[in-house]
C-alpha cells in the first residue's frame, strides 16, 4: 500500500503521537479548573501556546488554537470582516483558494452585502500587481493562500504582504499547505491573520490555530471565557499538545525534509522519461504536490486503477459523494473547456515516502496508460 495524498492528510509522527497519549493518559483536567489537575491541564496549555509562538516568532497572545484550516479561515474572514464593515465593504481574494475561503465570503456578499473582487489567475499566477489594481478605499480584506492544495503553487505573500502595510485592509493568509514546509514568521511578512491545520504537518486531525496580529474580530463562539474570549469551550488539549508537536518537528527538519522531497518527486519524474504526461504548475512550487495529467485519461478511472493497486492519490479537487468535482483550481489556471480538468491528478508527497515507492507509482501509471 502507498500513500500518496499528503496534501489531503498526514499520517501521524511518532513524536505527535506520544506527546497526545502522554497527555490524555496523565493530563486530563480542565485547563480552566482551578485545582491541581486543572491547574496542570492550564500549565501545558500556556506551554504548548508559548512553544507554538516562539516557533513563528510571535507572541502566545496572538495564537489561538481552533479545530483546523476550515475554522480558521472562517473566522478570520467573517469576524474580520463582520467586525470592521463600518470601513467598508469590499474584499479582495483569488479564484485557487480553498472553498474554505470562497465560501464564507460568498456567505457575506449574499447576507450582508459585501462585494467580492475575486482575481483571476494569469498564466497560472497570482501577483501582488493584480492585488494593488483591485484594492478600493472600502476594502478592507484580502485574503489569499500561501501554497495552493492542488497544485503546489507560491504565491507571493510577502510582497502582498507589503503592499498592504499603505492601506487598511487587512491580509489574511491561509497557510494550511505551507505551514511546516517553508519558514513562516508572521509578523514580518505583514500578515493580520494566518490561518494552519495540524493534520496536513504530521499532527492530528480537527486542531489548527489562527494568527490574528490585533485579535480584534467578532467571534461566533459564545458561552465561555477560553482562548481571550474568541473560541468558547474546552481546549483539546492532547490535539493541542500533539499539534505543537508535530510542527516543532517540522520545523526543525524542514531543509532536510524540503531535499527529500524534491529527490523524490525527481526522482518519480525521471522514472515518468518518455511517457505521455504533463504538468499542472504556476512558476513557483512547492515540491510537495505534484498536478499531472495524462493525454486522452480519464483522472476518475486513472485514480480507481491506482486504488486497485494499492497507491492512494487524488485529483485534489473536491469529491462529494465519492464523486470527483471538476477543479476549480486548473478551470482557473486553463479555462473550463480544458482537456486537462478530465485528465489529472494530484500525486502529494510527505519525507516518510520513500524511493521504492516513488518508482513503483511511476512504473504502475505507465502501466496504465500505455494499456
Ligand atoms: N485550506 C487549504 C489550502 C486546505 O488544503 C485545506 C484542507 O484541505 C483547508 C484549508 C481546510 O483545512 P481543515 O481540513 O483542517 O479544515
Known sequence: MIYLDNAA?????????????????????????????????GKLLREARQDLASLLGTKPQHLFFTAGGTESNNTAIIGHCLRHQNLGKHIITTAIEHHSVLE????????????????QPINQEISAQQVQEALRDDTILVST????????????????????????????????????????FPETLGIDFLSASAHKFHGPKGIGFLYSATMDFDSYLHGGDQEQKKRAGTENLPAIVGMVAALKEALEKQEQHFKEVEELKDVFLHEMTGADYYLNQGKIQLPYVLNIGFPGQKNDLLLLRLDLAGISISTGSACTAGIVQISHVLEAFYGPESHRLHESVRISISPQNTIQEMKQLA???????GG
Open 9 to 41: 492528510t498526514t499520517p501521524m509522527s511518532a513524536v505527535a503521537i506520544s506527546a497526545m497519549t502522554q497527555v490524555m493518559q496523565e493530563t486530563y483536567g480542565n485547563p480552566s479548573s482551578i485545582h491541581s489537575h486543572g491547574r496542570q491541564a
Open 104 to 119: 464564507p465570503i460568498e456567505y457575506l456578499v449574499e447576507n450582508f452585502g459585501f462585494e467580492v473582487t475575486i482575481l
Open 145 to 184: 493562500m500561501y501554497a495552493n492544495n492542488e497544485t503546489g503553487t507560491l504565491l507571493p505573500i510577502s510582497e502582498i504582504g507589503e503592499l498592504l502595510k499603505q492601506h487598511q485592509a487587512a491580509y489574511h493568509v491561509d497557510a494550511v499547505q505551507a505551514v511546516g514546509k517553508v519558514p513562516i
Open 363 to 369: 512504473e504502475t501509471l505507465k502501466e496504465i496508460i
